[in-house]
């Protein structure tokens, strides 16, 4: 099972949203990192064959998707950053629409939507309206019916907006125990949200690949680059400056513990410590404010 981008380009008018992107993709998660504006939607509604290409293909296993068409859909699940559904909709009426349109049988829809609706927490929503939903209930709804099909490529924009900490874990588990023999492709500027569970990530910046790789790879770029030091609160403003600052905690009244990126230490108490994606994506996106919520 391969999904390969051939040298994609996406022009809307004179900008290059997309840019001469490639990239072999094979079972396991993928984590589609990248700023707001770096082209992540874009690229994914190219992979999931909404949008066509100024330039470039999409395969699947060799053949071009545009001519796989149905059969293509059929193994395809996709979760559009903001997904549509008629008002009058329940939960249970719109899983049940998403399953005719996917050409499933009337059982296998019954036990699919009992299945999911337990693992992402809906079945007491079961009969809700979906307009009644909270944002994240939605967003719950909405990664449902990406998985209703049990697709063989699982395309899923921003999936974790709007989660609390304890249905991003329920998420994560989810998708980890879906994910075997099957492609998943995550984007997210939400980096804790893939750091645990993706396979591979692929790093995207002004519609370009950027860097690709294991986790472990990835951050090897940050080694030795991310430091811890105690320091006096009345200092904190002068280091923002100087150094890149991921976080702060208070360790007491005057002093607070910061963790900081730079290529040398600042001072002599900075101690050296390990990186994480989080640390490497601020690294590559200095202007990104940290968007990752500690869980
Ligand atoms: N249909 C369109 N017409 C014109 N410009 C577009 C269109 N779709 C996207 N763009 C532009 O392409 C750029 C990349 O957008 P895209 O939504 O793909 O990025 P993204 O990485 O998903 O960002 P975000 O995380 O904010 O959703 C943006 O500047 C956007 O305005």
């Known amino acids: 099972m391969e999904l390969e981008i051939h040298e994609i380009s996406k ?3 004179e900008k290059k949203t997309v840019n001469k992107f490639s990239l072999k993709i094979t079972p396991g998660v993928w984590g589609l990192l990248g700023a707001n504006g770096a ?12 949008i066509k290409p100024t330039s470039g293909s999409v395969t699947y296993n060799g053949i071009p998707i545009g001519e796989l068409q149905e059969k293509y859909r059929n193994i395809l699940g996709y979760l559009p950053q903001n997904f549509g559904f008629d008002p009058d909709f329940s939960v249970n009426d719109y899983l049940n629409y998403i399953g005719a349109l996917k050409g499933l049988g009337a059982a296998d829809v019954l036990e699919r939507i009992e299945d999911l609706t337990e693992k992402l927490n809906l079945t007491e929503l079961k009969n809700k309206k979906i307009t009644k939903l909270s944002g994240g209930m939605k967003q719950r709804v909405g990664i449902a019916q990406a998985l209703l099909n049990e697709p063989e490529i699982l395309i899923l924009d921003e999936p974790t907006s709007g989660l609390d900490p304890g249905e991003r874990i329920r998420f994560r588990n989810l998708i980890s125990e879906f994910a075997r023999d099957r492609i998943v492709i995550i984007s997210t500027h939400i980096v804790s949200d893939v750091e645990y569970i993706a396979t591979m990530n692929a790093v995207m910046k002004e519609g370009k690949l950027l860097s690709c790789g294991t986790t472990a790879d990835l951050v090897r770029t940050v080694e030795n680059h991310v430091w811890s030091s105690v320091i ?12 890149r600052i991921v976080n702060t905690r208070n360790v ?4 607070v ?8 230490p600042v001072n002599d108490s900075s101690i050296s410590r390990k990186p994480s994606l989080e640390d490497l994506y601020l690294w ?3 202007q990104e404010e940290k968007e990752a919520e500690d869980l």
């Open 257 to 264: 513990s910061i963790r900081y990126l730079a290529e040398k």
């Open 11 to 13: 022009h809307f008018r």
């Open 252 to 255: 007491d009244a005057s002093r």
């Open 284 to 286: 590559m996106f200095p």
């Open 232 to 243: 006096s609160i009345r200092d904190l403003y002068e280091y923002d400056r100087k150094v």
């Open 39 to 50: 082209g992540k939607t874009t690229l994914m509604r190219i992979i999931a064959g909404i």
